[in-house]
């Protein structure tokens, strides 16, 4: 049973354009949703995260969308850069259970050509 | 970088051996997490600790065995190694309370052959 669905799995963008990486999630008892990116041959590192009881989150140039009756959210890209070319994780978890983990999507390899 | 270590990086292993992979971290956190990752399936969850002898299983616990007898160090033993194993495997740590960020090692890259 995959808790976290995410999707597409592989993205090719132009400079400048906003990359959307949805996400969708199972168990309404998560209240934590983080997005980390990671490059090559390094660990995950945390990008933005959102609580459900805002919409929407925005940090520099990434944006974190959330519907919390559709059980899903999403990260936007603005003005992508080639070095923004990685991998993207959305996660879940239940921040007010004791002994939480983070549940991670299966990722989405972001190319942003120049 | 958050103080977290992983050892070994890399280690190549015969099939049927045991082999464990230690994380030490200096941040004197509370969670402490060992993630797989493998092509096509992302990170998935394998064990993790919320104290000191506190542990868990995750989704993907079969075969995996974890020790935690002190705070700073979560060790994670592959029984008896299957080339299913090979893998990169992640270390995480958290402080818990109102700080979620996981930080992560840089991972062991582990094939068993």
């Known amino acids: 049973q995959q808790q976290v669905k995410q999707s597409p799995q592989s993205l090719i963008v132009q400079k400048g354009g906003i990359p959307i990486i949805n996400c969708a999630y199972e168990n309404t008892a998560f209240d934590y949703f983080p997005w980390y990116q990671q490059f090559p041959g390094k660990g995950p590192a945390l990008l933005i995260a959102i609580r459900p009881d805002v919409s929407e989150k925005k940090e520099g140039r990434f944006t974190i969308s959330f519907n919390k009756s559709a059980k899903q959210f999403s990260l936007h890209i603005m003005d992508s850069q080639p070095g923004d070319s990685a991998t993207y994780f959305c996660a879940a978890s239940r921040e007010n259970q004791a002994g939480t983990a983070l549940i991670f999507g299966k990722g989405t390899t972001l190319s942003v050509s120049s | 970088d958050a103080g977290i270590t992983q050892s070994p990086r890399h280690k190549v292993t015969e099939t049927g051996t045991p082999v464990t992979l230690r994380c030490h971290q200096t941040?004197?956190?509370?969670?402490m997490y060992w993630y797989r990752q493998d092509p096509g399936h992302g990170l998935r969850l394998i064990h993790y600790?919320?104290?000191?002898?506190?542990?868990d299983k995750g989704e993907v616990s079969d075969g995996y065995s974890v020790s935690r007898s002190k705070t700073e160090d979560f060790l994670l033993t592959l029984e008896s190694a299957t080339s299913s194993q090979t893998s990169v495997y992640f270390c995480?740590?958290?402080?818990?309370?109102?700080?979620?960020?996981?930080?992560f090692g840089q991972g062991t890259r582990l094939t068993v052959v």
């Open positions: 941040e004197n956190h509370r969670y």
């Open positions: 995480a740590i958290r402080a818990g309370g109102v700080n979620t960020e996981a930080f």
């Open positions: 600790s919320y104290g000191v002898k506190d542990t």
